[in-house]
């Protein structure tokens, strides 16, 4: 983030040019206040807050919210597409959120302000990873980092067990079945594994089995451990990509 995207207001200032720069970048730049305010909400019902230090966020979507010292959730808020608008009254800053449909309407008057700040923040959507489904997608664009140069035959392949999450093939021709968790696998995880493995052994293939999960029961770990041709990947943290065009290597994930 470049430091012009963001400015400081100073409080001192006179309130009419304080007001004049908040309308001026409020469609803009998320607005964070803190200072000694009151709040009058009128709608469906009605309520009141005293005079006490809060913090206020206006935000350019026209989402307010206002914090106290505890819990998550705000004391008061607006939600996005409401109007807001900034005045003065009496030499004191004084703000206006307006919702529309329901009408409804937060009041609120700084007695004292202590900083102002806004800034042009990022709108970065989320990404949400640590399903078993985002899990088998990193496999499939890093198969090199469960095993070295193999290669993608499918998922979700069906067998008389189930469907096999990934099946990659060695280049010596070894297939090797995946099965992929998003949570603590335990022994049925390991049995279903061994069911894959066994299947594709009747078929004549040379086979392993890899359960990959982010942790593993003790009495499946000492399962896998008998299986010479299994073992377990540890997938220590369900990761995040900067955006849905670039995956990170898998090995900085797991072990």
């Not at 400081?8 to 409020?26: A, F, M, P, Y």
């Not at 009058?40 to 307010?64: C, H, N, T, W």
């Not at 979700?156 to 099946?167: C, E, F, N, R």
Request: hydrophobic share 45%.
């Amino acid at each position: 983030m470049q430091f012009e995207e963001c400015v400081n207001i100073d409080v001192n200032s006179n309130c009419e040019d304080i007001v004049l720069k908040l309308n001026e970048l409020k469609n803009r730049h998320v607005i964070i206040i803190a200072g000694d305010m009151s709040i009058e909400y009128v709608g469906r019902a009605s309520s009141y807050a005293p005079q006490g230090l809060r913090i206020f966020i206006a935000k350019p979507d026209g989402s307010l919210l206002i914090h106290e010292s505890h819990k998550v959730e705000p004391l008061n808020w607006q939600p996005p597409k409401s109007v807001v608008r900034y005045e003065c009254k009496n030499g004191n800053l004084f703000v206006n959120s307006r919702r529309l449909q329901p009408v409804e309407e937060l009041l609120i008057e700084f007695s004292k302000l202590y900083f102002i700040w806004t800034c042009r923040l990022a709108t970065t959507q989320l990404v949400v990873i640590g399903r078993e489904a985002d899990i088998v997608k990193a496999i499939v664009m890093n198969a090199d980092m469960l095993e070295r140069g193999a290669m993608v035959i499918g998922t979700d392949i069906a067998t008389p067990y189930g469907k096999v999450d990934v099946l990659l093939k060695k280049e010596d021709g070894t297939l090797i079945v995946v099965e992929a968790k998003n949570e603590k696998a335990s022994i049925s995880a390991v049995m279903q594994l061994k069911r894959y493995v066994d299947f594709y052994k009747e078929k004549g293939f040379n086979v392993i089995g890899i359960l990959v999960a982010p942790s593993i029961t003790e009495e499946a770990f000492a399962y896998i451990l008998k299986e010479k041709n299994m073992k377990f990947v540890e997938l220590k943290t369900f990761f995040s990509m900067p955006s849905t065009k670039q995956i990170h290597a898998l090995d900085k994930y797991i072990r």
